[in-house]
């Protein structure tokens, strides 16, 4: 079974510090592995995801992430943060195209301070 | 490209009322299709998700169903509404590939 644990129920950096919001994983299978944003009372947005291929994985707002097999992690990163950044983070998982369904983890609620 | 729609975005009904959420996909066939509560403070729960037009599946017991009478409509109803019904609705769509899914917009609803 697969299942994402998002250390951190709450994170708060400084306006132009490093941002990391971390993630496990656990998965059978190679792992499809994604990060999403939510702004208050809003949907989610896809960042970013990883499926094959290159390990460092660029997503929008200046955000990445990087897969690490060994570790079994998928931690969230961006060199420094703005004020905008200011939302909730979910990572999640999927076992590939023959999945219907993702696991999400319980959140990370990201802080900026001026 | 691919737009989702759901409505309404809030909604307020007092205990023992139905409730019809409705949720609509464009530009894109045969996808699946989920429905997630987000309770306040708290993170998603899949309620139910469906592959196609009739096809159903249920996460959680509860108050609540779902139908899919169009390949791209996704309905989440209930006949009797409870307080513990309150949160965001989100109703969501993927296809294929790497299985990423796909947000609208939500649905506050409050139950009182």
């Known amino acids: 079974a697969q299942s994402v644990t998002q250390l951190g129920s709450h994170v708060s950096v400084s306006e132009g510090a490093l941002v990391l919001l971390r993630c496990n994983y656990s998965?059978?299978?190679?792992?499809?592995l994604f990060w999403y944003v939510q702004y208050p009372n809003q949907g989610l947005q896809l960042l970013l995801k990883y499926t094959t291929g290159a390990t460092l994985v660029k997503g929008i707002n200046g955000f990445e992430a990087e897969f690490k097999k060994s570790e079994t992690s998928f931690h969230l990163t961006k060199p420094s943060a703005h004020m905008s950044d200011a939302a909730e983070y979910f990572c999640a998982v999927s076992e590939g195209s023959s999945a219907s369904k993702i696991i999400f983890g319980s959140g990370t609620r990201l802080s900026i301070r001026p | 490209s691919q737009t989702i729609h759901q409505w309404p975005a809030t909604l307020v009904q007092p205990v023992g009322s139905p409730l019809s959420l409705e949720c609509t996909v464009e530009g894109t066939s045969n996808p699946n299709l989920y429905w997630y509560r987000q309770a306040a403070g708290r993170g998603l729960q899949l309620l139910f998700y469906s592959v196609g037009i009739g096809q159903i599946s249920s996460e959680v017991p509860q108050n609540l169903s779902a139908s899919r009478p169009q390949d791209r409509q996704f309905i989440l109803s209930s006949k009797k509404l409870l307080l513990s019904d309150s949160g965001f609705y989100l109703c969501a769509w993927s296809v294929g590939g790497s299985g990423e899914q796909y947000f609208g917009p939500g649905t506050r609803l409050t139950v009182t």
């Open positions: 998965s059978s299978v190679p792992p499809y």
